[in-house]
């Protein structure tokens, strides 16, 4: 049941300082199940002769040594749950980016908070008991699927698991069914959008909301979306380290995305020392997870590159916002000593129309230097004779949007 019209949960508008409060509460009792349950985490603090007493203010939490996807890769498979294994209800795996998958394991009130706090998010945004929700993502392994699809039926909205791929299917679903709500990935959101256009149903769709997520996007490709599909598109943040989706979500004011301070300790951390950034300085979003029962994951290490925004939200709630995540701090590309990020080059290509809707770059070196070059879809309405290498590249792009796109081929040797 939501608390009222505009909130689902009365946490979202809680007083500043009341959460704060209620924040490193439930630090300290995170850091406890932690220490007292999980071996990795009690051997972590004892090498730097720290135990939870030791967290006596907010700041103290640097004290804490981070967590890195490396300590996923030796803990595998459950080396970091924090309760039996008979009080796990799921288990949901994320692609670790080398080697061995990421494991995260939750109690049956894991995946209670979990909904509850995806269902903030959707109902945020304007999702209600009676809409139609088209949830176009993995549902296999991953968080995105199940995640989303517990709080559209949470919230009392018909919950359509649609996975992805089969586009033409998906898109008949939207128009048959009347589908007024989807969740997909940004980059297969396009495809789909090139899929409506090719198939001319535009004006049969009754979308009004969209949830984009899991990869990077920019303010251009919102718009692209936003224009094809008479939406509004809104940024969902997460990572299944941290539950998976739910961790932060735009407001309508599409203003940054609310950070949920009551289920996450959050830090923004220079990706190099470490350190806290100052006020309003762009770094590593580095997140503990406050309200997991079976793993109680400290100072985990994003790798996800952003900026927090401490100041009041029109829409009422006083929970942080991140600012769009610009990139990640492992996949910085450094050109000839000049960090890019694939989201700017795709921030570049956007605004140009001819430009199709995917892209690829390719780093290469040559003679010593790095060469930098951009595949580019070109829209078809530009051709005129048979260019087939084209067609042929942008038939390659197409199979590859239905996950999360791989933008970037890296072809250089250290
Ligand atoms: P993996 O991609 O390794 O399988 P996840 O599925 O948990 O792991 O993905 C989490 C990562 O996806 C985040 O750390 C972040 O890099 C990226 N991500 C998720 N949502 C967004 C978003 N809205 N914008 C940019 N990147 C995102
Ligand atoms: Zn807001």
């Known amino acids: 049941m939501p608390w009222n019209d505009e909130y689902w949960e009365k946490e979202e508008v809680l007083p500043k300082k009341e959460l704060e409060e209620l924040q490193f509460k439930r630090l300290k009792n995170a850091l406890t199940r932690a220490y007292d349950h999980v071996e990795f985490y009690r051997r972590r603090l004892k090498e730097v002769n720290l135990t939870p007493e030791d967290i006596k203010r907010p700041e103290d939490i640097v004290k ?3 967590t890195t996807r490396e300590h996923f890769a030796q803990n595998y498979p459950f080396g970091l749950f924090a309760v039996p294994k008979d009080k796990i209800v799921r288990i949901h ?3 670790g980016t080398s080697g ?10 894991d995946i209670e908070t979990w909904a509850n706090i995806v269902a903030r998010c959707l109902y945020m945004v304007g999702v209600r008991k009676g809409d139609v929700f088209q949830n176009i993502s993995n549902y296999a392994f991953f968080t995105g699927g199940l995640g989303f699809h517990f709080a559209g039926e949470r919230i009392g909205a018909i919950t359509i698991p649609a996975g992805v791929g089969n586009t033409e299917r998906q898109i008949q ?3 048959d069914f ?6 997909a990935t940004p980059s297969y ?10 198939m001319g149903v535009a004006d049969k769709l009754k979308l009004r909301i969209g949830c984009f997520g899991a990869e990077p996007w920019s303010e251009n490709t919102r718009k692209r979306l936003e224009d094809a599909f008479n939406i509004k598109a809104y940024d969902s943040y997460g990572l299944s380290e941290m539950n998976g989706p739910g961790v932060a979500f735009e407001c309508k004011e599409q203003q940054g995305l609310h950070i949920w301070a009551d289920h996450y300790f959050i830090e923004v951390v220079d990706p190099k020392t470490g350190e806290p950034v100052g006020e309003g300085e762009k770094g590593e979003l580095v997140l503990t997870a406050l309200t997991k029962e079976a793993m109680p994951i400290l100072r985990y290490r994003t790798g ?4 927090l925004e401490n100041e009041k939200c029109a829409c009422g709630r006083t929970h942080p916002r991140l600012l769009r995540i610009l990139g990640r701090s492992d996949d910085m590309l450094i050109i000839r000593g000049i960090n890019v990020f694939p989201s700017q080059i795709e921030h570049v290509l956007m ?3 001819e430009v199709g809707d995917n892209f690829q770059i390719m780093l290469t070196r040559q003679n010593g230097l790095d060469e930098i070059t951009v595949r580019v879809e070109v829209r078809d309405e530009i051709f005129t004779g048979e260019i087939w290498d084209l067609k042929e590249l942008q038939q390659r792009i197409q199979e590859r949007s239905t996950g999360k796109a791989k933008r970037v081929i890296d072809l250089r040797s250290v």
């Open 64 to 66: 804490i040594p981070f």
């Open 93 to 95: 795996t994320s692609s």
């Open 100 to 109: 061995k998958p990421k494991v995260v394991g939750y109690t049956a009130k």
């Open 173 to 175: 679903c939207m128009i």
């Open 178 to 183: 009347g589908t007024t709500v989807v969740h």
């Open 189 to 198: 959101a396009l495809h789909i959008k090139e899929v409506v256009e090719e």
């Open 304 to 307: 996800d590159i952003t900026i």
């Open 351 to 353: 605004q140009i129309p």
